[in-house]
Each structure stands twice: as C-alpha cells, then as structure tokens.
C-alpha cells in the first residue's frame, strides 16, 4: 500500500506541483499537503482543477457532488481525498490486471 501511495504522489507531484518530501508518506500526510493547494485552486485555478480531476478518472457524479453538496470549508479535503483515493484505486486495478 505505502508504494501505491509513493506512485500516488509522483502522479499528482507534477499536477498539484507538490513539494519533495523525504519522509515516508501515508495516504493521510498526502492528503493533507494536497488539500490547501486544491483549495487554492478551486479559487484561482478552478479550471486547471476540473481537468485534473477528469484526467485523473475521478467520475463526474463524485465530482459533483463534492462541488455542490460539500460545506465550503471542507470541499478542499474532500475533493483532495477523492483525487488520492482515486489515484490509488488506478494504480491498484493496474497491478491486479498486470499479473
């Protein structure tokens, strides 16, 4: 699992433009370096956002529902754990059909 989250940030690092981190990441510290750059994002660069989270196969309805059914101040952490859980979910399926 902690390889499919160090694939997980290696993914989204040139996306989200993360910083390099030197310690052991779990999905929680991911999620939490993740979350105030989508959160800036969803008021600068909302675009540049969607697409990502098209690219990334996060689902249309998911999508939505965080967008218009989250409180504000929790729609940054909650589109930022649906982008790595996502992430992770791919690269997963990718190895289950890889063997």
């Given at each position: 699992?902690?390889?499919?989250?160090?694939?997980?940030?290696?993914?989204?690092k040139?996306?989200?433009?993360?910083?390099?981190?030197?310690?052991?990441?779990?999905?929680?510290?991911?999620?939490?370096?993740?979350?105030?750059?989508v959160s800036?994002?969803?008021?600068?660069?909302?675009?540049?956002?969607?697409?990502?989270?098209?690219?990334?196969?996060?689902?249309?309805?998911?999508?939505?529902?965080?967008?218009?059914?989250?409180?504000?101040?929790?729609?940054?952490?909650?589109?930022?754990?649906?982008?790595?859980?996502?992430?992770?979910?791919?690269?997963?399926?990718?190895?289950?059909?890889?063997?």
């Open positions: 699992m902690r390889d499919n989250i160090q694939s997980t940030m290696e993914f989204l040139q996306d989200f433009e993360l910083p390099l981190v030197k310690e052991k990441l779990t999905e929680e510290k991911l999620i939490q370096l993740l979350t105030p750059i800036k994002m969803l008021d600068r660069e909302f675009e540049k956002l969607l697409n990502i989270c098209y690219r990334v196969d996060l689902g249309e309805n998911r999508l939505k529902a965080i967008l218009h059914e989250s409180p504000p101040e929790n729609m940054a952490m909650e589109l930022a754990t649906a982008l790595v859980k996502r992430q992770v979910q791919k690269i997963e399926i990718r190895q289950k059909y890889s063997k």
